[in-house]
């Protein structure tokens, strides 16, 4: 069971998040109608993810991101971003937030995007002191299109940022949660072709049932020879990760200026908003086959390291 805390001051907003995310029989939601409230429930029973609106009186959505950051760490918190308030959502996605959804594709979007952060916060920590004296480590896989191939992919480059201190438990669930944009849009939109609606109803079906849909495109040539390439080397300093798909070349959407504030009110855009605001760099090659990645290690304003 997982507790998920809804913060709103509108009460049919916070009805309408309740039922989206109650069609999971595994939530157990609760409710605050600002973020003084939602401090004081978090004080007394730690949730699993917050979802919170932005604009509340007393303390609001980018002052309780701040403060959860730095009281509760391993606490995710996804946004309801309303129209106008795209700069104080960017503002809470670098102070810490993991992702985001408009208020007007709440039906379409919540339910999935709690999951899948939920899914990103999670990890596995065996031999976590080991891995703690390493100073680099170098990862190569090729992958079969297997969507639920991903996940564990993804869970495995976290632990390797962690244990090396490259990013805090915020920055984890965030670097998860840009990987796994970044590599769906390569075996969606490369790999096996997919248009971006279609993509859209596929990852809905990988994150609510855990079914690969495409097991039949996937046999099926040219599908069938295609692979996922990754490459990533993670350092105390920065973490690199090159991800290519052998599809058609051009294949994958174009990427997007996070600071334009109209791009986070575009549904298709949201994914590749979140892959520009997480990492520190993001490039393409000229054929739209390779997306190159960045995410360096923050310092605190004295320069050194966290």
């Known amino acids: 069971m997982a507790r998920i805390l809804i913060v709103d001051d509108a009460a049919m907003d916070r009805l309408l998040a309740r039922r989206l995310l109650e069609k999971n029989p595994e939530f157990i939601i609760a409710l605050a109608e600002d973020g003084a409230a939602a401090l004081e429930q978090i004080e007394e029973l730690v949730p699993d993810a917050v979802v919170t609106d932005l604009q509340m009186p007393r303390v609001d959505g980018l002052a309780l991101v701040e403060s959860i950051r730095r009281r ?23 102070a810490g937030a993991a992702s985001y959804v408009p208020k007007t594709d709440l039906p379409a979007h919540l339910l999935d995007t709690v999951q899948q952060v939920l899914a990103a916060a999670r990890t596995h920590r065996p031999s976590h002191d080991l891995l703690a004296c390493l100073d680099a480590r170098h990862f190569e896989f090729q992958l079969d299109n297997d969507s639920r191939l991903i996940p564990p992919l993804v869970d495995t480059l976290q632990q390797a940022a962690i244990s090396m201190q490259l990013v805090d438990e915020s920055g984890r669930v965030q670097l998860g949660v840009a990987l796994e944009e970044a590599l769906l849009q390569a075996l969606f939109r490369g790999n096996l072709e997919i248009s971006a609606d279609d993509a859209d109803e596929l990852r809905h079906s990988l994150v609510s049932t855990g079914r690969d849909a495409l097991a039949d495109r996937c046999r099926t040539a040219p599908f069938d020879a295609r692979k996922l390439l990754v490459s990533a080397t993670i350092t105390r300093e920065e973490g690199r990760f090159v991800i290519r798909h052998q599809g058609p070349s051009a ?15 575009r549904e298709q855009g949201r994914g590749w908003v979140l892959v520009s605001l997480f990492m520190d760099e993001v490039t393409c090659d000229e054929h739209g086959g390779e997306l190159r990645l960045i995410k ?6 004295n320069g050194r390291g966290r």
Do not use: C, W
């Open 296 to 301: 360096r290690r923050k310092t605190n304003t």
């Open 251 to 265: 294949a994958l959407p174009p990427l997007v200026d996070s600071s334009d504030p109209h791009a986070m009110q």
């Open 72 to 94: 509760f760490p391993y606490v995710p918190v996804i946004l309801m971003t309303a129209h106008g308030s795209e700069d104080i959502a960017a503002q809470a996605l670098m």
